[in-house]
């Protein structure tokens, strides 16, 4: 069964202090992977698409890595304002343009 | 700056009442989804256009939910009758291949039925 699990399901961090969020998935023929940044009370905001693994992406803070069977989620030195719910989601062969969804890495950031 | 939009924003409605839910795709997008997010189940995917043309709403229960794009501008979700079990936040989506296939989210629709 096409399945995509993140871990773990709540994070707290101290700021300044890195750690990574981690989406395991289990499809038939991963096409693409996303991370997704979901503020409460609002819709999941798009961060990075990674198509093959071995390919890594940046903005800011975050950096998302892919392998053969996961993606993580690289937060560097994080703030306050890196509080968010972080999503995953893959799209994979046979699925056009459908997404699985993670349920998501809540992460909080305490000054 | 493109953005998707739903409307209304919140909708709280009795048992056995119609609700529609509206959004208006980025321009230029050719993929639209509808969503449903509760605590429990997180994101469902309920169904999806491409071209105006629905390619899957097997998310969908059937009976009561309908979904639509009039136009390529509009796109509809209708529940008739809605129940309790529909309080949910709906969110719409919206995409392109040229885009490389990720979605842009609206704001979401909260539904409360009572």
């Known amino acids: 069964e096409d399945q995509v699990t993140q871990s773990p399901e709540a994070l707290r961090l101290q700021e300044g202090e890195s750690s990574s969020l981690n989406c395991s998935y289990t499809v038939s023929g991963l096409r693409g992977l996303f991370w997704y940044r979901q503020d409460p009370g609002k819709g999941p905001e798009f961060l990075f698409t990674l198509y093959s693994a071995g390919e890594e992406k940046e903005k800011e803070r975050l950096k998302a890595t892919l392998t053969k069977k996961e993606s993580f989620l690289h937060i560097t030195a994080p703030k306050p304002e890196d509080s968010a719910t972080y999503l995953c989601?893959?799209?994979?062969?046979?699925?056009?343009?459908?997404?699985?969804f993670g349920a998501g890495t809540r992460l909080a950031v305490h000054p | 700056d493109a953005r998707v939009t739903q409307t209304p924003r919140h909708k709280v409605t009795e048992m056995g009442q119609e609700v529609t839910m509206r959004c208006q795709p980025i321009?230029?997008?050719?993929?639209v989804f509808w969503y449903r997010q509760t605590m429990m189940q997180g994101l469902e995917l309920l169904a999806y256009f491409r071209n105006r043309a629905p390619l899957d709403d097997s998310g969908m229960p059937k009976d009561r939910f309908s979904a639509e794009m009039p136009d390529a501008t509009l796109a509809t979700l209708k529940i008739q009758p809605s129940e309790p079990r529909d309080s949910a936040v709906y969110f719409c989506a919206s995409g392109s291949r040229q885009g490389g296939h990720e979605q842009y989210f609206g704001p979401g629709t909260r539904l409360t039925v009572t």
């Open positions: 321009l230029g997008h050719n993929t």
């Open positions: 989601a893959v799209w994979f062969s046979g699925g056009y343009n459908k997404l699985i």
